[in-house]
């Protein structure tokens, strides 16, 4: 086997190479590969066996060792993707002299920063506001862009524990060219209530410092209050309906991207497009009361207040332990890839509602709260069938939604431009915004050309089916930054990226072997 090295910034080799002068040629090898790395903890036999089976794996297991063979490559750091990193197999006899051209070569393409605070166009204007939707349930948002009567609108949707904060950078960014709206779900963020929904009527000290919601009695316009995914799609169709005013582009992260496809699915008409950022595929534990109605009678308590007495013990030991500063950062750390990333703001800002006296109980509605009466590969087949424009931008190492739900919503939507950033974790938008408003900037152009003006990277129809990777290079505080996207194309399926990982496994198995 001859092995031909050739480099990218992001790979570690850990196996020596022999010099340039020490390689000989041998006329008689039918081919070269290049790989580095290997997977240790799996045997020859396993991939042999794995390697042999792969004609009669049906569709549901290849899901499944796809996602084990993604975890084994995330976990091992000498464990090298070949499709990521540009490496090549050849066919034909290998010299020194005429080394063939990488068959993924990936090309670099500078993109633009984010505005920057010293210079003259620092970004656009930040407002915020509070909107009252329902007695004693105002809806905090903030906007930016608004004298952009011409342009777009634009909603981002929030994760779970965060709020409009969290698109600080899209505001200030996209507000340039767009109308920007970004809100906090109704239970969340600023938009908790600002009275009691179930008072502690004691009048003692220990009453005063008790946290709300813990009473024995709800108040009268909180006595049907869920924190439920049926109230947050309703929150948002009101939003735009009675806000915006106009059909608008979706963007979701986490939570928010499931909400994001429920009103879509519900509410064609009012969206223009939807964008999930590593959208969560689920959401909520119990039956759905319309959906559901007898299962759901045998739940004696589905997120409504006031909080059972249980409830109540439960939701204060659990309570305490993940609204303490230390679990907050240990989760942002978990989450965010490039642990250079700045999240002083998100921090405090967190830690700012969690002392707000409702949070805890609305973190008690929320996880008891039902499902939502869709299911999110429902709501995707809805999207589909009524034409509602869908595009997915996921980050590669996150560790909750993994890139195997990511390419599940492919797998369903084979048309849906994919792109996979890396090194990127859960929230995008916010580690690597450059990115991310790179590419619904290009993917709202694509929608409102009507196709005139091809999606980012897709300029070529051999792209559009089988993709393409970009080394996207930008600068970020003087620092030059640079990571790898990688569009899949409308051809790209769950087996065809199995096989590839199974087949890179067993190359660098037979390498480390040699």
């Keep these: 086997m001859d092995l031909v090295s050739c480099g990218h910034s992001s790979v570690s080799c850990h196996h020596q190479v022999p010099s340039l002068k020490h390689l000989k040629h041998n006329p008689l090898r039918k081919g070269g590969v290049l ?8 045997s020859p036999l396993f991939l042999q066996q794995v390697s042999a089976k792969t004609d009669q794996i049906n569709q549901k297991d290849g899901l499944r060792l796809l996602g084990q063979l993604q975890g084994l490559g995330n976990r091992s750091s000498s464990a090298v993707s070949v499709d990521n990193h540009g490496y090549y197999v050849t066919d034909g006899a290998v010299g ?5 051209k990488k068959v993924d070569e990936v090309a670099k393409v ?7 605070e010293s210079d003259e166009n620092h970004g656009s204007p930040i407002s915020s506001a509070f909107w009252e939707w329902k007695p004693k349930l105002s809806v905090h948002y903030e906007k930016s862009g608004t004298e952009n009567s011409k342009a777009p609108a ?3 949707l929030p994760g779970f524990g965060v709020g409009s904060f969290h698109y600080e950078k899209q505001l200030k960014d996209l507000g340039r060219d767009y109308r920007v709206w970004a809100l906090d779900f109704v239970g969340q963020g600023m938009s908790l209530p600002y009275e009691d929904p179930a008072p502690n009527k004691r009048d003692d000290s220990e009453a005063r410092e008790v946290l709300w919601g813990f009473g024995e009695e709800s108040q009268p316009w909180a006595e049907e209050l869920v924190y439920s995914v049926d109230l947050w799609r309703d929150q948002v169709q009101h939003f735009v309906e009675q806000v915006i005013g106009e059909p608008t582009y979706i963007v979701g992260n986490s939570l928010g991207g499931f909400v994001a496809m429920y009103f879509a699915a519900c509410n064609p008409q009012l969206v223009k497009g939807v964008t999930l950022l590593n959208a969560t ?3 909520g534990f119990l039956p759905n009361p319309i959906r559901s109605p007898r ?3 045998f739940f004696p308590w589905a997120g409504t207040f006031p909080l059972p007495s249980s409830v109540r013990k439960l939701t204060e030991f659990v309570w305490q332990k993940i609204s303490d500063p230390r679990s907050i950062q240990q989760v942002l750390k978990q989450v965010y890839a490039d642990h250079s990333t700045k999240v002083d703001k998100v921090f405090s800002r967190i830690i700012e509602i969690t002392e707000h006296p409702a949070a805890a109980a609305s973190f008690a509605s929320i996880m008891f709260a ?12 809805r999207c589909q069938i009524q034409g509602v424009p869908i595009c997915l931008v996921y980050g590669r190492e996150d560790p909750w939604v993994r890139p195997i739900w990511g390419l599940k919503v492919k797998q369903q939507l084979p048309e849906a431009p994919y792109y996979e950033i890396s090194p990127a974790g859960h929230c995008p938008h916010d580690e690597v915004p450059e990115v991310v408003n790179f590419l619904l900037r290009g993917w709202i152009k694509n929608l409102e050309s009507q196709g005139a003006h091809a999606l980012p990277f897709l300029e070529e129809p051999e792209y559009v089916q089988h993709g393409v990777s970009r080394e996207l290079e930008y600068v970020r505080e003087g620092s030059l930054k640079s990571v790898l996207v990688r569009v ?19 190359s660098s198995w037979r390498l480390v072997s040699r």
């Design 35 to 42: 790989c580095v790395g290997g997977a240790p903890n799996r």
């Design 96 to 100: 020194l002299g005429n080394i063939p």
């Design 110 to 116: 500078k993109i633009p920063g984010l505005p920057n």
């Design 154 to 156: 634009v909603l981002f």
């Design 281 to 283: 595929p689920f959401w």
């Design 295 to 297: 299962l759901y009678k």
């Design 370 to 381: 039902p499902k939502g009466q869709l299911s999110f590969q429902e709501a995707c087949s």
């Design 488 to 506: 899949f194309g409308s051809k790209h399926s769950l087996w065809n990226q199995m096989s590839s990982l199974v087949k890179s496994h067993i």
